[in-house]
Each structure stands twice: as C-alpha cells, then as structure tokens.
C-alpha cells in the first residue's frame, strides 16, 4: 500500500527516442548508425535534434552547430522538414488514441495519456504503455521510451530513466520513496537558480524537500513553496488536457548578420508583427500581453512586456506596441535575434478537477 491518501490516476508520458534525427534517419537509410544533428548547419545554426550516436560526443539540441561540429568532426547536419514530423506524430497520436483519448500533446514527439480508463479496458497501465511502444515501432519504424505512475509529473520523470527504447514504472507503493531519492534539480519547478538556492539551505534530494516545514518552504520560495510541499508527498492533481492550450503564441528570428541600429531593427520588428498576427488569427485566438525579445550579439538576452486592457487588435497595433516597447530604452548592442510572444490568451476554457479515488493494477 502507498503511503498516501488522495485521488491518484494511471498516466503514461510516451517521449519519442531523438524524434527529428529518427526520422530522418528511418527516411535515409544512408543517414543510419551515423552522427547526426537536425539544423545547426549554417553559419549561425542552432542544432534541433541530434542522433544517438552524435549524442555520445556531447551533441546536444539548443547547441549552436559550429560547437556541435568541434565536439564531433564527422556529424552530419541535415535540414529540417517540420511538414514530414508533424505527419508522423499525427500517425503516432492515431495509436494513442486507439487506448484512450484522454490524450495531451506537449510537443510533436511526446504526450500525456490518461489510460486510468481506457477503450481496451487494460487494468495494466505498464502493459498498455508496452503495446503503445510497440504498436509505434510497428507502424512507424520509430522507437519510443514511456513512463508510467500516478501523476503527470512522476510519469514524465519516469520515461527519462530507461531512455533511449525503454520505461519505468512507479507504482503507487513506490512513489514517496522514489521522490525521497530523487535530486532536487529533477523536480518540477526547480530551474538552476532555485537548484542553486535549495542546496544553500540544504536541500538536495526529495528527502531532505520533505524534512521542511510549509511555512518554511513558503517563507524561503513564496508561491512555489506549497508547490514544492505537495510534490515531494506525490500530490499533484493536474489533469491530461484533451484541450490543452498553448500559454503563448510566438514567433522569432536569428538574423545571418548582426543588426546595429534601431532603423534596421525596427524594419524586422514590422515583419515579425505581421507574422504573429497571422499565427494568432489561424489559431483563433487573441491575447492581452505582447512581450518583445531581444538577444544581443554577446548573447545576453533582454525582454520587456505590456498589457492591454483589451485584446489586441490585429498586425497594426502588434506593430504600434512592438515598436513602443523596441524604443524604451536604447540597444546595447548589436542584435542577433528579435522575437515577438503574445500571451494573456483568451482559451475560452477554464481548469477543471476530478477526484477520484482508485485501488491500481500498475
């Protein structure tokens, strides 16, 4: 029996093994058992995805591709073709939801599944999750690894740990253990900088998380410290989100050659406008807060935001605003990247839940 008492569910988190460079190498098959990155081949590229053999030289994604090719000389970089990924993840979502359609996509290559019920009316969420990997494998080529337990947030950890073409399960009786073992850096909310904080006041794994008082979690980490306090005692009651909405709606880009002034970065500032107000009108949505990115040559990145008491109103006043919040305060330096992020959104939809409680076979 587990330790705790509250509304616990069969979830599952299927994450697709190096999804882009899979693909390319499943559509290649010249491209197999080679290094490669997706992107990052350019002289600014940043790389997307990288093979598994290209991630045993430290190739990682988000990596510029000049650093990318100093830590493996024989990677091979491919361009990117977004059109074939979404088709196979659609290809991938079809199996989902053979099992249920409590299904809540967080990227093209993975997703949450609530299978608690499901349409093959399994009681073993670890088969099911065995039967999805395989199914995909069969249909696609592709491999995937999954996790598997009583919340979205110990499934998602739990699909990491048997990566690449693997799962974990954490059943309920498992649970506070496993959170007591875990290092605080894996916990959800717990960036670099409040990693850094944690061990400070000498917290370093969930153990050492559950010792702390609320009062003190609150006292020391504000908001997220009832967060913190029911996490690490495996309470966490977000639903899979069959309708889940994306928080913001963006759109940036990394010029070739750095901009100097305000006179050509206000020119792209008009491009980039219009494009998000494309973005926003084919995803039929408005949004309150328009936020301005800034990324300089030496790679320092700066922000800034406004809110409107109303929702904006098409490529012209995103035009108007972009500009104000550009002239607030002059460049500090050259500019490599300018993005526009329109967030506040009017969904329509409001959060919901369901407590149910339930004896699992896991």
Do not use: W
Not at 104 to 113: K, V
Not at 237 to 260: C, G, M, Q, W
Not at 319 to 336: G, P, Y
């Amino acid at each position: 029996m587990s330790e705790f008492t509250f509304p616990i569910k069969k979830i599952i988190h299927v994450d697709m093994d190096a999804f882009y460079a899979s693909v390319e190498q499943l559509d290649h098959p010249d491209l197999r058992y080679k290094p490669i990155a997706v992107g990052g081949g350019e002289k600014r590229g940043v790389v997307a995805a990288a093979s598994y053999e290209a991630r045993k030289f430290g190739v990682r994604s988000a990596m510029a591709g000049k650093l990318a090719k100093e830590l493996c000389t024989e990677l091979i970089f491919v361009p990117p073709r977004f059109s074939r990924y979404k088709e196979v993840s659609g290809q991938i979502r079809e199996i989902f939801y053979r099992v249920t359609d409590l299904v809540e996509p967080l990227s093209l290559d993975e997703a949450f599944l609530d299978v608690t019920e499901n349409k093959l009316n399994h009681p073993s969420a670890t088969l099911l999750a065995e039967q999805i990997r395989k199914d995909i494998f069969l249909e696609t080529g592709l491999r995937a690894s999954a996790g598997i337990s009583v919340n979205k947030f110990l499934a998602k950890v739990a699909s990491d740990i048997n990566k690449p073409n693997g799962q974990k399960t954490i059943p309920p009786e498992d649970v506070i253990i496993f959170l007591e073992n875990l290092p605080i850096e894996k916990f959800f909310g717990v960036g670099k900088v409040t990693a850094q904080k944690m061990y400070k006041k000498g917290i370093f794994n969930g153990k050492d998380l559950k010792e702390k008082s609320l009062d003190f979690l609150t006292t020391h980490f504000k908001k997220s410290g009832e967060h913190f306090y029911q996490i690490v005692r495996g309470i966490q009651l977000a639903e899979v989100r069959p309708d889940r909405l994306r928080k913001s709606i963006a759109t940036e880009y990394t010029f070739s050659e750095n901009l100097p002034s305000e006179v050509y970065v206000l020119e792209k500032i008009a491009e980039i406008a219009k494009e998000l107000a494309k973005r926003l009108q084919n995803n039929k949505v408005l949004g309150k807060t328009l936020t301005l990115k800034i990324k300089y040559s030496d790679f320092k990145v700066q922000t800034r935001s406004k809110t409107l008491n109303h929702f904006f109103q098409g490529e012209d006043e995103l035009n108007v605003i972009a500009k104000e919040l550009l002239l607030q305060e002059r460049l500090r330096e050259s500019v490599r990247l300018l993005g526009l992020a329109m967030s506040n959104l009017d969904t329509g939809t409001q959060d919901s839940i369901v407590d149910v409680q339930l004896s699992f076979d896991f």
